[in-house]
């Protein structure tokens, strides 16, 4: 039964099905996942070809910044502990100072134990450049590495709906013409050769969540028909108010009945009103091409002459887009996203206010006050002890716990139009978050406010030596911080402990059927939200520490190490990646790890220059103008491959489909891909939700002739002021 936990995704593709006449242990127990070295030699032989067969590009790319952490900090780790700690050790600077200063016996192994003005920090210097070039190299070849994995599995891969449609976003209203047929117009106009029907976006989120509620009152319902065809000597009953916990008991199967009749009326109610009402038709679309150099064109270009109308970019594949935000008015995005701006800044800096007050509601006396009956209980010394303990970390607890799903919903907000972008822009405020409050905040002592406060009122030639000062004593604190944080952490994502534990709940309360076993045992994805955050902290810590207080390095090695074989084994085995966004969030890893390499630099500048070390430090001012020019480069040379798609590979993906497949339907290919999901379940037929029209020889217009009108229409891309009503409808 276990197996369902820690491998469904071979469940899910079907490759294993429910063991049967199996023993009382193994139903309980996966005895084959106990045997450590069976999963780890698995996880460990299939080639790397095969597993972008099998779990996606992106799986394969995020299993890579774990070999890419191997790559830099172990040579890092040999170096820094043959040549660094040696020196760092012979120092003796603390153990003269033993009388004024408490220290550990990691801090002898850190720079803090070389005398301030020796010669020995040239040391130093000499590997801060070496492993500063050892990463960039190794930074380098994996951007190449990746940036060519991305073309060939563009090139390879199999032809998808998202290859010949660009999404466009406002479309400029028209009084001629609705939203649809502006849209037919305008690309028959200007892409008379590649054009070849559209797909309009409904606002259909009111419909979406009738449709929702709908399908949890059948699983009710469902589940009250099964409880009655075991016990048909009895009907079952509800009580009609939230939850069935309150209100007049009633039958439940008549009444869940009644309820699904009542909402399938008003869902066709909204679905006519959606179909039939020209405001719920959004002023986007999906533009699909007859080749993807077509598509290419489009969605690199320019479509114009007004840069803020007509704005073309990628489809995200079918799966991947977030329909809800495609209804958001495009000048609403740009007020949303600075308002989000505003919030995560203050999220950041701000975030023990909330906290703070939440831990005073939740002391003792804010409990009496709230439940009066509860003082008895409170007053009881060893309850009374507990809460006082348990109660302030509790609050914090719970927000680290929740923090990752605000930020979601902060970018849900924004307006991005794939849950790609989505999971991306979650990361990126997640990682900000743990740079000010876990990076910054541990070093600093305080809070992110005060932290904040003392930065705005020094100068910025300072902030470098403030924080280096208070590097090398935080550094038993950060490897502490690894082993519970990383390490353990490895070992729960292996254990698997919470979805073992939700899994057999939902075995035990609500599983029935065999269907419901499967909707139970959802696999999830690795949730590169949380995960890639958490990675760039890990090369923060370590090339930050690789110079100070390299002791660090064996324990990033060893979390590095351990993680990839475990999330090897588990995109193999459990996670199903819900999207392919071919690698899309590599350059912003990049970028993240180069900025920490810059951070590093600083730091160890400000920590140096603390140590009246005036010979070396100058030297090292050139290290972070040469890595910042290093970024700048890879940004050109590399992030176009993951930003456009070459005109060359689509002609030639196009050639060889054209000679392969010369009767190639693609119109009927295309149909329904980019249709709102509510329409498809609810059964709707392909004439009545798309645009889809035949290749006529003109393009047919609602437009009054000029001749006959006081001037042109307010958003006409007519480029000759002669065009007439016949000239207009021209061939294609």
């Known amino acids: 039964m276990n197996e369902r936990v820690y491998f469904p995704k071979l469940y899910v593709n079907g490759s294993r099905q429910s063991p049967k006449g199996v023993s009382t242990v193994s139903k309980f127990v996966n005895l084959d996942y106990i045997r450590f070295l069976t999963w780890m030699r698995e996880a460990l032989t299939m080639p790397e070809s095969d597993l972008i067969h099998h779990a996606g590009l992106d799986s394969v790319v995020y299993l890579r910044i774990y070999i890419v952490g191997l790559k830099i900090f172990v040579p890092l780790a040999v170096l820094a502990c043959a040549i660094l700690i040696p020196v760092n050790a012979t120092g003796g600077t603390l153990v003269n100072l033993k009388k004024e200063l408490v220290f550990s016996d990691i801090d002898k192994l850190s720079i803090s134990n070389v005398q301030s003005g020796s010669q020995r920090f040239w040391a130093h210097l000499l590997m801060a450049y070496v492993f500063s070039a050892w990463t960039c190299f190794v930074l380098y070849t994996e951007y190449d590495k990746i940036a060519s994995m991305r073309l060939h599995f563009l090139a390879s891969q199999r032809r998808r709906a998202d290859q010949f449609t660009v999404l466009v976003r406002n479309v400029p209203p028209d009084t001629d013409e609705t939203i649809s047929e502006h849209v037919d117009h305008f690309f028959r106009v200007n892409h008379p050769d590649h054009y070849l029907t559209h797909q309009v976006v409904y606002n259909a989120n009111k419909l979406a969540k009738l449709v929702k509620k709908k399908e949890k009152l059948k699983n009710w319902l469902d589940y009250y028909q099964i409880k009655y065809s075991r016990h048909p000597e009895k009907r079952p009953t509800t009580k009609e108010g939230f939850l069935g916990l309150w209100g007049e008991r009633v039958d439940a199967i008549d009444f869940y009945t009644a309820e699904i009749d ?62 809800s935000n495609l209804a958001i008015p495009f000048v609403a995005i740009a007020i949303r996203k600075l308002v989000m701006g505003v919030t995560l800044f203050f999220l950041v800096f701000f975030f023990m206010i909330p906290i703070a007050a939440v831990q005073s509601l939740a002391n003792l006396d804010g409990i009496e006050k709230v439940a009066p009956f509860l003082k008895s209980i409170i007053e009881v010394k060893i309850i009374k002890s507990f809460l006082q303990g348990f109660l302030p970390g509790l609050a914090l607890k719970i927000f680290l716990i929740i923090l990752p799903t605000i930020l979601m919903i902060m970018s849900k907000i924004e307006g991005y139009a794939a849950t790609s972008i989505l999971e991306r822009r979650a990361a990126a405020k997640y990682y900000y978050f743990m740079l000010v409050n876990v990076f910054l905040g541990s070093i600093i002592t305080g809070t992110a406010f005060q932290q904040l406060h003392a930065f705005l009122h020094q100068s910025p030639t300072q902030i470098p030596k403030t924080i280096g000062v208070s590097i090398p004593m935080k550094a038993t604190f950060f490897i502490t911080y690894i082993m519970v944080d990383g390490w353990a952490g490895i070992a729960g994502e292996i254990l698997r402990l919470k979805p073992l534990i939700i899994f057999h709940l939902k075995n035990m309360f609500l599983v029935k059927t065999e269907k419901d076993r499967e909707n139970a045992m959802d696999p999830g994805s690795v949730g590169f939200p949380e995960a890639l955050p958490q990675l760039q902290l890990y090369f923060l810590l370590g090339l930050v520490y690789a110079v100070i207080t390299p002791i660090l390095l064996p324990f990033i090695v060893i979390f590095f190490g351990f993680a990839y074989f475990v999330y090897r084994h588990q995109v193999i085995n459990v996670y199903n990646q819900e999207y392919e966004s071919v690698a899309a969030f590599w350059p912003h890893v990049h970028s993240r790890i180069v900025a920490a390499l810059v951070i590093s630099q600083l730091l160890l500048l400000g920590l140096l220059s603390t140590k ?101 229409s307010e958003n006409s891309y007519i480029a000759s002021p002669e065009y007439d009503e016949e000239t207009y409808n021209y061939q294609v």
């Open 262 to 323: 009542t909402l399938v009326q008003k869902i066709a109610e909204e679905r006519e009103r959606v179909l039939k009402d020209p405001e719920a038709i959004m002023p986007v679309a999906f533009v699909s091409f007859n080749t993807r150099w077509g598509a290419a064109v489009c969605a690199q270009t320019q479509q114009s002459k007004n840069p803020t109308i007509w704005l073309t970019e990628w489809a995200p594949e079918p799966r991947d887009v977030y329909w």
């Open 612 to 712: 009246k070390a005036a010979d070396s430090t100058p030297i090292l001012l050139a290290l972070p103008v040469l890595t910042i020019w290093f970024q700048r480069f890879c940004k050109s040379r590399f992030e176009p491959a993951f930003r456009r798609y070459p005109l060359e590979e689509a002609m030639a993906k196009d050639t060889l489909e054209r000679a392969t497949e010369p009767n190639l339907n693609l119109k009927g290919y295309l149909s329904n891909s980019y249709l709102h999901p509510i329409f498809k379940s609810e059964g709707n037929e392909e004439n009545e939700m798309g645009e889809w029209r035949d290749d006529d020889s003109l393009v047919l217009t609602k437009r009054h002739s000029k001749l006959n009108t006081p001037g042109a």
